[in-house]
């Protein structure tokens, strides 16, 4: 059964900073992997698909890379802002019926 | 705008009281979904559409029913509603096989005391 781990669960930095979250995942036959974002009681938002023959795709500061063999995503944001805070879901698809699999999220916090 | 839309988007109710939150796309999408959200369990799929008339259970389906007579509507239905349902509801959509990925709707905040 695919399970989805996300690294860490929790970060705090200081407005600008670049930073990376991880993503990583136990069975490497996807069909794509999604970023979402969440804010507090809110829905999903998508941010970036990977379909599982790229290598990444790039939204504004958003950088989301796969290493679909090695069973890793990361999301890279640049020049990190306050409004960037909220809760950042990775969630993997197998194609067809099979729904998403998620990870438990990473819960960002910019400081200003 | 493409969007998923869901009612209500709280939702206050006892124990056993037959309800129903709708679920409606305008893109199109043959594929429908809903998920529950959990503090430390994440999002888990509820049941699912590929079709019209054509629905299946996904990881956690006690206690909830779905249909679909529409392609554009997919409503969640808990005949009796317990208060481990108390949960964030999430409906969904996509069309599997082309690159743009699940939209989801905003949420229905469900409390079952």
């Known amino acids: 059964k695919q399970e989805v781990t996300q690294i860490p669960a929790a970060l705090s930095v200081p407005e600008g900073e670049n930073l990376v979250l991880n993503c990583s995942f136990t069975d490497s036959a996807i069909y794509n992997l999604q970023w979402f974002r969440q804010d507090p009681g809110k829905g999903l938002t998508s941010l970036l698909l990977i379909q599982s023959s790229q290598r990444e795709q790039t939204s504004g500061r958003l950088n989301a890379s796969l290493d679909k063999s090695s069973g890793r995503s990361t999301l890279y944001i640049a020049a990190s802002q306050p409004g960037d805070s909220a809760t950042y879901l990775c969630a993997v698809h197998r194609g067809g019926a099979d729904g998403l699999t998620f990870g438990k999220g990473t819960h960002l916090i910019i400081q200003p | 705008e493409a969007q998923v839309t869901q009612n209500p988007r709280y939702l206050i109710t006892v124990t056993g009281k037959k309800l129903t939150v709708t679920c409606s796309q305008n893109m199109n999408h043959e594929y429908m979904s809903w998920y529950r959200q959990d503090p430390g369990l994440g999002l888990r799929q509820i049941y699912y559409?590929?079709?019209?008339?054509?629905?299946d259970k996904g990881d956690v389906p006690e206690g909830y029913k779905v249909s679909r007579k529409e392609k554009r509507n997919f409503p969640l239905i808990l005949e009796s509603p317990s208060p481990n349902q108390t949960s964030l509801y999430f409906c969904?959509?996509?069309?599997?096989?082309?690159?743009?990925?699940?939209?989801f709707g905003s949420g229905t905040r469900l409390t079952v005391v």
């Open positions: 559409s590929m079709n019209v008339e054509v629905t």
């Open positions: 969904a959509s996509s069309d599997p096989w082309t690159s743009y990925g699940y939209t």
